[in-house]
């Protein structure tokens, strides 16, 4: 059981460091434009179809330094459909790195589309635009595939299980005594027959009343 | 730094979810394990051990879910620091937890016995795991994993694509654990080889993260051309930060090996007595081997906790759960005939179908069957109860559950026949029916004739219950033949018995019990609790129970089950696109020939009785191979009637995936139903409604992942089932395949049409479409 508890425990504590990124994802642009830097993050990347995570960080040009007060506002489009245009207004709620501004896009469909910056601050403003192309939308067949293939999976792993446990049965009836080492300690691991659960200790005990109805 | 920027950036916190949970429940099971190995072994788990595997866990936390892990991709050193956090800091704080055991004994027995023992036992799986728990392989995995992700185009990867970065995660700190191991050396393990070894082993760790970080450091260009190409933050240039983030990594790094290096070779300098007190520390399996104390586990009983056991056992609590959802029917009813005529402004189109439906199923699931616990069409059967009139005894060919399946299929078909959903007055007039009906048969018939043999309700919830965690059970049978009086059935001067005539030492599992609490408050013994039970041991079990008899010989039940696993499946089909505008057209066609609900209702029924049927020869097929040159002792009605009690976590979750649907998306639409209601009441204390289109409650990928894990979770708990039986009836293994395979397949095509349906646009019943 040793090596095994050392594996299990590597195994547990290893599935828990995977997490998700919370930051802005990928660079999709960076560029001086007005008084400001603009840098513009996307997430997933490649951008597909359906919603996407855009995120913004607004600097001062000549000093580098964040400028956290900015208004942004991003406009995206089909480039072959200008007048499908939906636009945003990012805000730092909706961002986990609270240096971006970040807004949630819908892209209704893949191809070309066209996305337009405004930023303001006071008095300043200046307007950025830039394309990108949107791939055709996998992540929601992704899911389907990887929910449907999760069963079988853990039907796979269930059926090495009880080719073991037959294994060990037929080598205890070899041998005359269990080779599990969990057995051999404690009746732990022992399993129990569907007959036992079955088992109602006391209803036919004499004495016991009979059911009345 | 202004200070602003600064605030920005220490509440740059994300809270990866599937993290954040992951570590919670590694830190309730390890508490819970080790709360119960320092009852046998207090000597070898001190709280310093629980307080380093939490620190570890805390740490791990703050590597993904802090600043550190929102700025990586803008300053590499927040990156190394990450990194340096999960390779150093991480590992070596779990390990001292000696976390294997007190892991697995926070696990339920039965998990670690069945589920985990025989892979515990493969012989193969233990030679894999002692290599790789072996110094050799650890180091190199380690090391190898280290640099393979320094190299630029691995880095850039993980920058791109969120998936990489969690793979690069996963594999520094999978390699760290195993690196630390030997170093470690946690309590059960033992060590391998001399620990003078480890001298050599920590220092050649050590030179090559020094040869990496000086290359970091010294080198004159940027390696990592996405920190080059970025902004940059905090005035620091992208070569300035990766000659901090090189001397980071070789500074603290560096103190992260040496210092062990140091301790160990005082420790093998050092006198024998000292020797063994450090070994209490890492441990040593010779001197301390895990002994695991055979005393049964305490099992949960709810009605010894605190505050739930005095609110369940209340004299007048369900009285006041009933009474609360009696004036909620009234009002609803109310509603009903005299408020909005659409459905989704109306409190008996919100109410009832969007939250009622899907709280009780939920509670079926977490808890028990609740509905029936404050069910408001009790509290007029209690006053025809008092009428003194109750003389009758339901006539004995009447008692199954025949004539409640039949009233079932009637609702499920009258529901979509007559869009009740979407009209109030007739949801009014379906529960004036209800009340009116359990009025009139628990007047005349004695115990709770209404409840146990024809309320539709109730035998949906008696069928759900079967996969209820919870259940009530007497906690000593040895009290109960001691006992003279039995009134836990017989009922004494202050509380009835049990009106369903079940009898508490022979009652098993949930079916007919309507968690009244009578039981409990007449046993004058006070012996009997709501014990915690695994989900699925209620279909597993045959005994024989009181009232009811073995599942097996009771065709009827196994015929209601059906009926609450179809109707999951036709009600869900039935409002998706595809299926009604199929239907809407065949309506179109054939009305002229036939009325449509006429026509619908041989339609349920044909539909009915034709699934059965197929199941029938699906469970005998399996059972005629399965019998092929043998004689096998199961009869055709067991087989038949356990495997379809079988379907019913897949049905269920069918029922949970599409119910949750619309309370997810009409999670909003109670409060604009109140206002409406107490407008068209005219009572003005309320003000008007504000009628507009809310977003879910979840996005739509992640409501179709809750959607498909459920069914996932019901589709593997009844093939679970159906293998149990089978292995339970076949002499052989391959026998028992013989009798699943027919059963199984036709599960799988439940499956597959479960997915089908919820990948389908489905009607938002209950919400408003157009503000
Ligand atoms: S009254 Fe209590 S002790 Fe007596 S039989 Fe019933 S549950 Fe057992
Ligand atoms: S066993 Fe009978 S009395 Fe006890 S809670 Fe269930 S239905 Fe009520």
């Not at chain 2, 609702?411 to 007739?426: K, L, N, Q, T, V």
């Not at chain 2, 599942?551 to 036709?570: E, K, T």
Request: proline fraction near 7%; glycine fraction near 8%.
């Amino acid at each position: 059981m040793k090596p095994f508890c050392r594996l299990a425990a590597v195994l547990v504590l290893g599935v828990s460091a995977t997490a998700a990124r919370g930051d802005g994802g990928t660079m999709l642009l960076h560029q001086d434009a007005g008084p400001f830097t603009i840098t513009l993050f996307a997430a997933p990347q490649p951008l597909q179809a359906g919603a996407a995570d855009l995120s913004v960080m607004v600097q001062d040009r000549n000093s580098g330094e964040v400028l956290l007060d900015s208004v942004i506002d991003l406009s995206v489009a089909p480039e072959a459909e200008r007048a499908l245009q939906q636009t945003v207004r990012l805000s730092r709620g909706q961002a986990s790195n609270r240096l971006l501004q970040a807004a949630t896009v819908h892209f209704s469909r893949a191809g070309k589309w066209r996305l337009v910056l405004l930023v303001r601050r006071g008095n300043d403003a200046a307007s950025l635009s830039t394309e990108c192309t949107v791939e055709p939308g996998s992540s929601r067949a992704v899911l389907v595939w990887f929910y449907v293939l999760l069963p079988a999976g853990i039907i796979l792993l269930f059926v090495v299980h009880q080719g073991l446990k037959l294994r060990q049965k037929k080598q205890e009836g070899i041998s005359g005594t269990p080779r599990s080492v969990l057995r051999t300690e404690n009746s732990w691991c022992k399993p129990a027959p569907l007959s036992k659960m079955n088992c109602h200790p006391d209803r036919s005990e004499p004495g016991f009343p009979a059911t009345r109805h | 730094m202004s200070d602003e920027v600064s605030q920005a950036v220490w509440s740059s916190w994300a809270f990866p979810f599937w993290a954040t949970s992951g570590l919670l429940a590694a830190a309730l099971l390890y508490l819970r394990g080790w709360r119960r190995i320092r009852r046998s072994r207090p000597e070898l788990f001190p709280p310093w051990r629980a307080w380093c595997f939490l620190g570890g866990l805390f740490a791990l936390w703050i590597a993904v879910a802090s600043p550190l892990d929102t700025l990586d991709g803008l300053l590499l050193t927040a990156h190394m620091t990450q990194h340096l956090i999960l390779m150093s800091v991480v590992p070596p704080l779990l390990l001292l937890g000696a976390p294997a055991v007190p892991l697995l004994r926070g696990l339920p027995r039965s998990a670690v016995r069945d589920g985990l023992g025989p892979f515990f036992s493969a012989p193969v799986l233990h030679r894999a795991a002692r290599l790789v728990t072996g110094p050799a392989f650890a180091w190199l995995a380690m090391n190898i994993a280290y640099l393979a992700w320094h190299v630029p185009r691995a880095y850039e990867l993980a920058l791109r694509s969120p998936g990489w970065h969690e793979v690069e995660h996963a594999c520094f700190l999978g390699t760290s654990l195993l690196f630390w191991f030997p170093v470690i050396q946690p309590w059960p393990s033992v060590g391998r080889g001399s620990r003078w070894a480890l001298l050599p082993y920590l220092i050649g760790a050590d030179l090559v993260n020094t040869g990496l970080a000086a290359f970091l450091t010294f080198s004159g260009r940027v390696i990592y051309p996405s920190y080059a190409a970025g902004p940059r933050v905090f005035g620091i240039t992208a070569l300035g930060d990766q000659a901090a983030a090189g001397a980071l990594m070789w500074v603290i790094g560096s103190i992260f090996y040496l210092v062990p290096v140091a301790a160990i070779a005082i420790h093998l300098l050092s006198p024998q007595s000292n020797r063994l007190a450090l070994r209490s520390i890492t441990g040593s399996a010779k001197i301390l081997r895990p002994k695991i104390p055979s005393r049964p586990a305490k099992r949960l009983d709810l009605l010894r906790v605190p505050l739930i056991g005095r609110l369940l056992r209340a004299r007048y609590g369900r009285m006041a759960l009933q009474s609360i959802a009696f004036v909620t029917a009234v009002l609803v009813i109310a509603d009903g005939f005299m408020g909005h005529p659409m459905g989704a402004m109306n409190l008996a189109g919100v109410l009832p179908w969007t939250y009622v439906r899907a709280f009780g199923v939920i509670a079926l699931l977490v808890l028990g069957n609740i509905f029936c616990m404050s069910c408001p069409f009790m509290l007029p059967r209690e006053l025809g109860h008092r009428l003194g009139l109750a003389r009758l005894k339901w006539p004995r060919w009447l008692r199954s559950k025949w004539i409640a399946i039949a009233l079932m299929i009637l609702f499920f078909w009258s529901y979509e026949a007559f869009a009740i959903w979407d009209h109030p007055g007739r949801t009014a007039w379906l529960l004036i029916a209800y009340f009116a009906a359990a009025f009139v048969v628990d007047t005349f018939f004695r115990g709770a004739s209404f409840c146990k043999y024809l309320c539709p309700l109730g035998q949906f919830n008696f069928a759900g219950s079967l996969l209820s965690p919870f259940t009530l059970e007497v906690r000593s049978q040895a009290a109960c033949e001691r006992c003279t009086t039995h009134d836990c059935i017989q009922g004494n001067q202050q509380q009835r018995g049990c009106e369903l005539q079940l009898y508490m030492p022979q009652k098993a599992g949930n079916m007919d019990c309507t968690l009244c609490m009578d039981c409990v408050k007449a046993c004058p013994h006070d012996n009997i609790g709501l014990f915690a039970i695994p989900p699925v041991r209620d279909v597993l079990r045959d005994p024989v129970r009181s009232s009811i008899g073995r599942f097996s010989s009771r065709i009827d039940i196994a015929v209601l089950v059906l009926a609450v696993v179809l109707g999951a499946f036709a009600n869900a089909a039935l409002m998706v696109g595809p299926v009604a505008a199929r239907l809407s057209a065949l309506g179109d066609s054939l009305e002229k020939a036939v009325p449509l609900p006429l026509l619908s209702l041989v339609a349920v029924l044909v539909f009915s009785t034709a699934v059965v049927a197929v199941l029938l020869a699906v469970a005998l097929a399996g059972l005629w191979l399965s019998r092929c040159g043998e004689r096998a002792n199961p009869s055709r009605r067991e087989v038949f009637c356990r495997f379809s009690q079988a379907l019913l976590p897949l049905g269920l979750a069918m029922w949970a995936a599409h119910l949750l649907f619309h309370l997810i998306t009409g999670w909003a639409a109670l409060g604009p139903a109140i206002h409406q209601a107490s407008a068209d009441f005219g009572w003005h204390f309320l003000a008007l409604p504000q009628w507009k289109m809310e977003l879910p409650l979840l996005s739509a990928n992640n409501m179709l992942s809750v959607q498909l894990l459920l069914l996932d979770v019901g589709l593997l708990l009844t093939l679970y089932l159906g293998w149990r039986l089978a292995q339970h009836w076949a002499v052989r293994s391959s026998r028992a395949v013989l009798l699943l395979l027919p059963w199984a397949t036709s599960v799988a095509v439940a499956y597959a049409a479960g997915v089908w349906i919820v990948l389908q646009p489905m009607q938002m019943r209950g919400v408003m479409m157009n503000p």
